[in-house]
């Protein structure tokens, strides 16, 4: 599937929407994940990933090793 220039930009508008809610959810279980988040609050993998991507760049949460996709959050 080849993503349009409009949709990453709706899906990353999107993710900035949901992202406090996110980040405050996320911190209250320890993790994070991009599948937790698209089937926790019903969003597409790109507006997910964005959030994730923006949790790991803030310093929220550890940043992608591998394994099962769940990052630690450290703040």
């Not at 900035?16 to 959810?25: L, P």
């Not at 320890?30 to 609050?41: A, H, K, P």
């Not at 964005?50 to 803030?58: D, F, K, N, S």
């Amino acid at each position: 599937m080849k993503f349009t220039q409009e949709y990453i930009d709706e899906s990353i508008s999107k993710g900035n929407e949901f992202y406090d809610k996110v980040v405050e959810q996320a911190k209250k279980n320890g993790s994070v994940g991009v599948t937790w988040v698209s089937r926790v609050f019903g969003l597409n993998w790109y507006s997910s990933a964005h959030i994730v991507g923006r949790m790991e760049q803030e310093g929220i949460c550890e940043l992608y090793s591998g394994g099962n996709g769940h990052r630690k959050i450290i703040q």
